[in-house]
């Protein structure tokens, strides 16, 4: 009988090994991917959709369509634990799903858990795909002038800030909230490149200012200000899917800890990649480009694993490009402590995101 390789989440990591075992099947195993929604939203165009630059549908890939252009099966599901003694994985709607080898790549999700009522009255970025599904009604349910405040200065929420003027223009009034300075894990330069162009669009940025809590109203700070805010987004840093927590799997800093060659530290028979992962000892910042590098060592590591043969260790780069869009179709290029901005850095970026979905459009 064949034995089965299950994978866990659409991801940017999983679309690669769908694609690599799909061009080059591994004798006597099955693959198959479980995902919990049938599409997965390309995030680095969300800031472009927002904007207006693209339609909704132009981030989607469907999961299901590129499964089977490569004859891998595809299940809809969301997984709530992982049962190891039985090798199996559990989904919310009570069914289970066995595996031999096991991947996941199931993301992150906004780091919210400081932040009260922020489940009731704020609108988290992600997942990208229900952000944008409901932010479109948000907007048009509030009428002119609208106050928006987005909270969290890191890349997300700066891309968010400036596409929504864009959008917006003068008819809403932007507030940027930051618990630190905005881009703090980048150079003081980019932060300042930044500040210049908030200020010259008249987005209040408001840094060093942690929320306490949100109002349907309001965002409290836990200085005791309150900023007057109509609709709230959070693009606050990315923290570990609740579930992960009760694997019983090792984690480090909540995130599934895995070995240089992406198997979990307690079991070498399941590996994870993506926001969701984290090399022990090595974290790296929770950005899609190391997603999307870790799929060709995953797909060799898989396939080691499934032939007995020896894995390969993978080390994720410390320096990456980054390429942050402006609202406008103009965008800055960071790399270590150099960056570059202009409307051909867009054109870029847009270039590498389209090619992206496509990659995987059948
Ligand atoms: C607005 C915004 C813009 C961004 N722009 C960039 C950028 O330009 N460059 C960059 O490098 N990073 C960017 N990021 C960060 C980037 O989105 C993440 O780092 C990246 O998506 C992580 O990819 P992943 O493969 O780990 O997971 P994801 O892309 O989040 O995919 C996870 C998949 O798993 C599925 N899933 C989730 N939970 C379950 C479950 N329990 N069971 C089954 N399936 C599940 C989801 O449906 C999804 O298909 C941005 C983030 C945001 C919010």
Known sequence: MKRQIVLVGGGHTHLQIVEAFGRRPLDGWHVLLVS?????AYSGMAPGVIAGHYHPDELEIDLEKLCAVHAIPFRRGRAIGIDRRARRVELEDGSVVPYDLLSLDVGSVPATARIRRACEH?????PIGTFLGRLEPALQA?????????????????????????????RAALS????????????????????????????????????????????????????????????????????????????????????????????PDIFAAGDCAEIAGYPRPKAGVFAVHAGRPLARNLRARAEGRPLLAWSPQKNYLALLATGAKHAVAVRGRFFVAGRWVWFLKNWIDRSWVRRFTP
Do not use: Y
């Open 36 to 40: 919990s929604e049938r599409t997965t």
């Open 176 to 267: 940027l909230v930051a618990a630190g300075a905005i881009l703090e894990n980048h150079p003081p330069r980019l932060g300042n490149h930044f500040r210049e162009l908030l200020e010259r669009r008249r987005i209040a940025l408001i840094e060093n200012a942690a929320v306490d809590s949100v109002r349907s109203d309001a965002v409290c700070l836990t200085d005791g200000r309150s900023l007057a805010s109509d609709l709230t987004l959070l693009a606050t840093g990315a923290a570990p899917p609740a579930w992960l927590a009760r694997t019983g799997l090792q984690l480090a800093n909540g995130f599934l800890a895995v070995r240089p060659t992406l198997q979990s530290l307690s079991d």
């Open 142 to 170: 509030r009428a002119d002038h609208a106050r928006v405040t987005i909270v969290g200065g890191g890349p997300a929420g700066v891309e968010i800030a400036l596409a929504l003027h864009h959008r917006l223009g003068a």
């Open 122 to 126: 704020a609108l988290p970025v992600k």
